[in-house]
């Protein structure tokens, strides 16, 4: 029979009529066999006369759902630090709805299941553990703790099944699982412990100064290479192993990266006291695995250093307040309270480690007051160079130069470097002048400045500053006139004294060279300041009848000075300025006295009248 | 024979009246100025000058008074006493300061005057001991001055400080320094008004071997005027935190050096102390821009758009 194309809507209609013809028949065939039940007996007949088989089926091993896999990546980068546990897990499912065992061994040899108990690894295997029964299809857990013996080595491969306990079929799965991902699979690493041997440092140590601690140290580890370690220090003996950091202070820590031997530097605080100070060692590697040995004590010392004074820091003036210039304003004495305030700071704190002032008592600080010509290498706090006119110094004791200083100030704690001090000191009255007056004084192009230096309560003593504020110290004119009888012997009115025989002398007790004015009145029997004596040739005896001089010349000498009431005579004395303070042995100058009595006197009485001796600063050169 | 006897009785009496009369009294106390002198050689026309002369003496039992008498015929009426022409010590009085004021005239020609005061000290009473020569003390103040015609701007630095401040603070991202209160007590030794051109502040660590920080003073500092001496502020701005320091200063007179020196500087944490630090002066530029930008941009669109809105007032009329 062959297949027209022409023909195919004759085809489709013929096969459409069979197929539904057939289909008919069918389900009449069926619904008389259902309703009639034909055949049951014949199929009973048949059923009882047929012999019965047995079958057992078999256990299947537990399958993986999810691999097994490090729960914390142990690898050469994050190794599990040695006495730490390393933990797998994966999750297994039983055909048979059986508890199943996660098993981690060290080959791929197959494993032991037991009947109703976990299984084993090889004989020949390392079993790195076994969890516990775990319900199928559930997380199952097995751990084990590291450490730094066999069998643990650096590198440790692992081999995962899982395994039911069946009671009489236990099976494990057929092909082990070693993780899931890079991160997770075998082997796991174990990482060693640092060794820390010793642990020092190289102080005592200035405040600011840098402090080395080192340490004899290494890790045994060589996978990949050995590893970096770290040395940190701390001001106790505690220490977080789970965060590798002090308990108590930290101090330093290695910041470079080493193998063995690691050290660590310390800049110690600019501000800290001088004392022993604890320092404890604790070694971890690069993955934050601690020595052992941990907690090596090695205390450092911070050294006493020299207290500080600058220069501004240090002022002067003069008694008459902040700002001015030096005087001297006592005639022939000491000039008080002056003033010198300073600063001292010191590196160790204002308190030392026994709660005492770090510092001395001011006192026993050097100080000098001195002539910037003289310097503070001469005046040098020693008492050596004291002088009067020139230098003055702490070093001599408080009979001869009565310093006297307290604390301006108070040490609130180790956190201050600093104290105040204020001083109040005397000035002889023959203390250099230095300011440049109408006379030129021979220090004028010098100044009075000051040095201190602290000293601490060890003793030590920094370098002497010189304030950055000198001062002037102020000329000072005066003179003081001794008692004297002058005796003119027996003088007829109309005569004289002959010479200049009677005297007078003056006394320099200030700080320039002296030179005197002279001027008088005439005398009378009733003189008196206000009331001078009246013209009257018989009662009074007028002041140009008085001569003077500095040597003892003749009354009639030309260059006898005759007084006069209102114009000063200047006699050049040239009065030296003191160089010594004890007024028996400063500089003075006599003047040398003589009188006519005039002829026209008659009048009988006491005769009084009132001479001005008035100092006049000599010139430079009679200084 | 009686006319022998009676002018004979008279030279006894007068010649033993001469004898007591001449011996000079006990030793005087001592008497004393500081300074000896009235010197400015920087004087202008028209300025004044005062100088303050102390007059002191050493025995302080008896009440005295200073008689004081210019001598200087060029300038006599150039020169007043301030405390006149008679000074009174009374009794435990030991120091007494004399004023000197110096009134220069406006015509006064530019030249050199010289002349004296003379002191002398005298029994507040008149009274002098009877039958002596009693002994007054006194002292010369030389007086130098000098008149010209050229303008002289000079001080001397004679006190410095710094007190402890506060740190600088913080405000959104604006930062107000720390302000130094550098104090400085100036004596203007010219004829000018004149006050520092510059404080430079260099601070260092404690140590002094670490410089952290370069700063100087913002703002004027006040003008002092001629022959006075007056204390002085300088604003400087530090933006270094709490610690102690070693300020390394120098004070300029235009590019003249008057003054430089080391310093201790102790800056508290902020709000130690109850002082205002800087406020806007004392931002940096930059910060400063950040708070003006803003503010010219708004102002400046405000006027553009009030701008605009007149103009189209105009236009729609």
Same mark, same amino acid.
């Given at each position: 029979?062959?297949?027209?194309?022409?023909?195919?809507?004759?085809?489709?209609?013929?096969?459409?009529?069979?197929?539904?013809?057939?289909?008919?028949?069918?389900?009449?065939?069926?619904?008389?066999?259902?309703?009639?039940?034909?055949?049951?007996?014949?199929?009973?007949?048949?059923?009882?006369?047929?012999?019965?088989?047995?079958?057992?089926?078999?256990?299947?091993?537990?399958?993986?759902?999810?691999?097994?896999?490090?729960?914390?990546?142990?690898?050469?980068?994050?190794?599990?630090?040695?006495?730490?546990?390393?933990?797998?897990?994966?999750?297994?499912?039983?055909?048979?709805?059986?508890?199943?065992?996660?098993?981690?061994?060290?080959?791929?040899?197959?494993?032991?299941?037991?009947?109703?108990?976990?299984?084993?690894?090889?004989?020949?295997?390392?079993?790195?553990?076994?969890?516990?029964?775990?319900?199928?299809?559930?997380?199952?857990?097995?751990?084990?703790?590291?450490?730094?013996?066999?069998?643990?080595?650096?590198?440790?491969?692992?081999?995962?099944?899982?395994?039911?306990?069946?009671?009489?079929?236990?099976?494990?799965?057929?092909?082990?699982?070693?993780?899931?991902?890079?991160?997770?699979?075998?082997?796991?690493?174990?990482?060693?412990?640092?060794?820390?041997?010793?642990?020092?440092?190289? $102080?005592?140590?200035?405040? +600011?100064? #840098?402090?080395?601690?080192? @340490?004899?140290? /290494?890790?045994?580890? *060589? =996978? !990949?290479?050995?590893?970096?370690?770290?040395?940190?220090?701390?001001?106790?003996?505690?220490?977080?192993?789970?965060?590798?950091?002090?308990? $108590?202070?930290?101090?330093? +820590?290695? #910041?470079?990266?080493?193998? @063995?031997?690691? /050290?660590?530097?310390? *800049? =110690? !605080?600019?501000?800290?006291?001088?004392?022993?100070?604890?320092?404890?060692?604790?070694?971890?590697?690069?993955?934050?695995?601690?020595?052992?040995?941990?907690?090596?004590?090695?205390?450092?010392?911070?050294?006493?250093?020299?207290?500080?004074?600058?220069?501004?820091?240090?002022?002067?003036?003069?008694?008459?307040?902040?700002?001015?210039?030096?005087?001297?304003?006592?005639?022939?004495?000491?000039?008080?309270?002056?003033?010198?305030?300073?600063?001292?700071?010191?590196?160790?704190?204002?308190?030392?480690?026994?709660?005492?002032?770090?510092?001395?008592?001011?006192?026993?600080?050097?100080?000098?007051?001195?002539?910037?010509?003289?310097?503070?290498?001469?005046?040098?706090?020693?008492?050596?160079?004291?002088?009067?006119?020139?230098?003055?110094?702490?070093?001599?004791?408080?009979?001869?130069?009565?310093?006297?200083?307290?604390?301006?100030?108070?040490?609130?704690?180790?956190?201050?470097?600093?104290?105040?001090?204020?001083?109040?000191?005397?000035?002889?009255?023959?203390?250099?002048?230095?300011?440049?007056?109408?006379?030129?004084?021979?220090?004028?192009?010098?100044?009075?400045?000051?040095?201190?230096?602290?000293?601490?309560?060890?003793?030590?003593?920094?370098?002497?500053?010189?304030?950055?504020?000198?001062?002037?110290?102020?000329?000072?004119?005066?003179?003081?006139?001794?008692?004297?009888?002058?005796?003119?012997?027996?003088?007829?009115?109309?005569?004289?004294?002959?010479?200049?025989?009677?005297?007078?002398?003056?006394?320099?007790?200030?700080?320039?060279?002296?030179?005197?004015?002279?001027?008088?009145?005439?005398?009378?029997?009733?003189?008196?300041?206000?009331?001078?004596?009246?013209?009257?040739?018989?009662?009074?005896?007028?002041?140009?009848?008085?001569?003077?001089?500095?040597?003892?010349?003749?009354?009639?000498?030309?260059?006898?000075?005759?007084?006069?009431?209102?114009?000063?005579?200047?006699?050049?004395?040239?009065?030296?300025?003191?160089?010594?303070?004890?007024?028996?042995?400063?500089?003075?100058?006599?003047?040398?006295?003589?009188?006519?009595?005039?002829?026209?006197?008659?009048?009988?009485?006491?005769?009084?009248?009132?001479?001005?001796?008035?100092?006049?600063?000599?010139?430079?050169?009679?200084? | 024979?009686?006319?022998?006897?009676?002018?004979?009785?008279?030279?006894?009496?007068?010649?033993?009246?001469?004898?007591?009369?001449?011996?000079?009294?006990?030793?005087?106390?001592?008497?004393?100025?500081?300074?000896?002198?009235?010197?400015?050689?920087?004087?202008?026309?028209?300025?004044?000058?005062?100088?303050?002369?102390?007059?002191?003496?050493?025995?302080?039992?008896?009440?005295?008074?200073?008689?004081?008498?210019?001598?200087?015929?060029?300038?006599?009426?150039?020169?007043?006493?301030?405390?006149?022409?008679?000074?009174?010590?009374?009794?435990?009085?030991?120091?007494?300061?004399?004023?000197?004021?110096?009134?220069?005239?406006?015509?006064?020609?530019?030249?050199?005057?010289?002349?004296?005061?003379?002191?002398?000290?005298?029994?507040?009473?008149?009274?002098?001991?009877?039958?002596?020569?009693?002994?007054?003390?006194?002292?010369?103040?030389?007086?130098?001055?000098?008149?010209?015609?050229?303008?002289?701007?000079?001080?001397?630095?004679?006190?410095?400080?710094?007190?402890?401040?506060?740190?600088?603070?913080?405000?959104?991202?604006?930062?107000?320094?720390?302000?130094?209160?550098?104090?400085?007590?100036?004596?203007?030794?010219?004829?000018?008004?004149?006050?520092?051109?510059?404080?430079?502040?260099?601070?260092?660590?404690?140590?002094?071997?670490?410089?952290?920080?370069?700063?100087?003073?913002?703002?004027?500092?006040?003008?002092?005027?001629?022959?006075?001496?007056?204390?002085?502020?300088?604003?400087?701005?530090?933006?270094?935190?709490?610690?102690?320091?070693?300020?390394?200063?120098?004070?300029?007179?235009?590019?003249?050096?008057?003054?430089?020196?080391?310093?201790?500087?102790?800056?508290?944490?902020?709000?130690?102390?109850?002082?205002?630090?800087?406020?806007?002066?004392?931002?940096?530029?930059?910060?400063?821009?950040?708070?003006?930008?803003?503010?010219?941009?708004?102002?400046?669109?405000?006027?553009?758009?009030?701008?605009?809105?007149?103009?189209?007032?105009?236009?729609?009329?």
């Amino acid at each position: 029979m062959t297949y027209h194309n022409e023909n195919l809507p004759q085809y489709v209609k013929t096969a459409g009529k069979i197929t539904v013809v057939t289909a008919l028949a069918g389900l009449l065939v069926f619904m008389f066999a259902f309703i009639f039940d034909v055949g049951t007996k014949e199929f009973n007949k048949v059923s009882a006369g047929v012999a019965t088989t047995t079958l057992t089926v078999l256990n299947t091993p537990p399958v993986f759902t999810v691999g097994a896999y490090e729960v914390v990546e142990s690898s050469t980068s994050t190794p599990t630090n040695s006495s730490y546990s390393i933990q797998w897990s994966a999750i297994g499912t039983d055909a048979n709805a059986a508890d199943y065992y996660l098993l981690i061994c060290s080959t791929n040899a197959s494993p032991t299941p037991v009947n109703n108990a976990a299984p084993t690894c090889h004989p020949s295997n390392i079993q790195w553990g076994v969890s516990t029964a775990t319900i199928s299809g559930t997380q199952a857990y097995v751990s084990t703790t590291t450490t730094e013996v066999a069998p643990f080595g650096e590198s440790n491969d692992w081999f995962a099944w899982v395994c039911d306990g069946d009671p009489t079929d236990p099976r494990c799965s057929v092909i082990p699982v070693q993780g899931l991902s890079a991160t997770n699979s075998s082997p796991f690493n174990v990482n060693k412990r640092p060794v820390l041997s010793d642990f020092d440092n190289n $102080g005592p140590v200035d405040p +600011s100064g #840098t402090l080395t601690f080192f @340490s004899t140290s /290494s890790d045994p580890d *060589t =996978v !990949p290479g050995e590893d970096e370690i770290y040395l940190i220090v701390c001001n106790s003996n505690s220490f977080s192993t789970s965060t590798d950091t002090c308990g $108590g202070t930290f101090i330093a +820590s290695t #910041t470079i990266s080493v193998l @063995s031997d690691a /050290s660590a530097t310390y *800049t =110690v !605080p600019s501000l800290i006291r001088d004392d022993v100070y604890p320092a404890f060692g604790f070694l971890i590697d690069k993955h934050g695995h601690e020595a052992l040995a941990n907690g090596l004590q090695a205390n450092f010392t911070v050294n006493n250093v020299p207290p500080v004074v600058v220069g501004a820091d240090i002022e002067i003036y003069g008694n008459a307040g902040p700002g001015t210039d030096l005087v001297v304003d006592q005639p022939g004495a000491e000039t008080p309270s002056s003033t010198i305030n300073f600063t001292v700071t010191d590196a160790n704190s204002c308190i030392n480690a026994a709660s005492g002032s770090e510092f001395r008592d001011p006192n026993d600080m050097l100080i000098t007051i001195f002539r910037s010509g003289i310097g503070s290498s001469t005046c040098d706090g020693s008492g050596t160079n004291y002088d009067p006119n020139n230098c003055y110094d702490s070093g001599v004791a408080t009979t001869t130069w009565n310093l006297s200083c307290v604390a301006s100030s108070t040490c609130a704690g180790p956190g201050q470097d600093y104290m105040d001090y204020t001083c109040t000191f005397p000035l002889w009255f023959i203390a250099d002048p230095t300011d440049d007056g109408a006379v030129t004084s021979p220090f004028a192009a010098q100044n009075w400045s000051a040095g201190v230096a602290g000293v601490d309560d060890d003793f030590a003593t920094g370098t002497m500053a010189t304030t950055s504020s000198p001062k002037e110290l102020v000329s000072f004119s005066s003179l003081d006139v001794l008692a004297n009888e002058i005796s003119y012997g027996g003088i007829e009115p109309g005569q004289n004294t002959g010479t200049l025989s009677a005297t007078s002398t003056i006394v320099n007790i200030g700080n320039t060279g002296l030179d005197q004015l002279v001027k008088g009145e005439s005398m009378c029997g009733t003189f008196s300041v206000a009331t001078e004596c009246p013209v009257s040739a018989t009662s009074t005896i007028p002041e140009f009848e008085q001569k003077f001089g500095s040597s003892s010349l003749a009354y009639g000498s030309p260059i006898a000075l005759i007084l006069a009431s209102t114009t000063d005579q200047e006699l050049e004395l040239d009065v030296k300025k003191a160089t010594t303070t004890p007024l028996a042995t400063v500089p003075r100058g006599i003047t040398y006295w003589g009188i006519r009595v005039p002829a026209s006197i008659t009048l009988a009485g006491a005769y009084s009248g009132l001479n001005t001796f008035t100092a006049k600063t000599a010139e430079t050169a009679d200084w | 024979m009686n006319f022998l006897l009676q002018k004979l009785t008279l030279f006894c009496f007068v010649l033993s009246t001469l004898f007591l009369s001449v011996s000079v009294d006990e030793a005087s106390a001592g008497f004393g100025i500081t300074p000896p002198y009235v010197k400015n050689t920087s004087l202008t026309r028209n300025s004044v000058y005062e100088q303050q002369i102390l007059l002191v003496r050493s025995d302080t039992s008896v009440a005295q008074k200073a008689e004081i008498v210019v001598d200087a015929p060029d300038i006599e009426d150039w020169i007043v006493i301030a405390e006149g022409s008679e000074i009174k010590i009374p009794q435990g009085v030991q120091k007494v300061p004399m004023t000197v004021k110096i009134t220069v005239p406006g015509d006064a020609p530019f030249d050199e005057y010289k002349g004296s005061i003379r002191i002398r000290t005298l029994p507040d009473d008149d009274q002098v001991a009877p039958g002596a020569v009693s002994i007054s003390l006194g002292a010369l103040v030389d007086i130098e001055l000098s008149v010209i015609d050229k303008q002289i701007k000079d001080f001397r630095v004679r006190r410095i400080s710094a007190p402890d401040l506060n740190e600088g603070s913080k405000f959104a991202w604006l930062f107000f320094p720390g302000k130094i209160r550098f104090s400085m007590m100036i004596e203007n030794t010219g004829n000018v008004n004149v006050a520092p051109s510059r404080v430079e502040f260099r601070i260092y660590d404690r140590s002094g071997k670490a410089l952290l920080e370069e700063t100087e003073n913002i703002g004027r500092i006040k003008k002092i005027k001629p022959y006075v001496t007056e204390t002085v502020v300088a604003e400087i701005p530090t933006r270094l935190p709490a610690g102690g320091y070693i300020a390394r200063y120098t004070i300029y007179n235009g590019d003249e050096v008057k003054q430089e020196g080391d310093l201790s500087l102790n800056i508290l944490p902020e709000g130690t102390l109850q002082m205002a630090g800087f406020g806007f002066f004392g931002l940096s530029l930059s910060h400063k821009v950040s708070v003006l930008l803003p503010i010219f941009s708004l102002i400046i669109a405000g006027i553009y758009v009030w701008h605009y809105r007149r103009k189209m007032k105009d236009v729609s009329r």
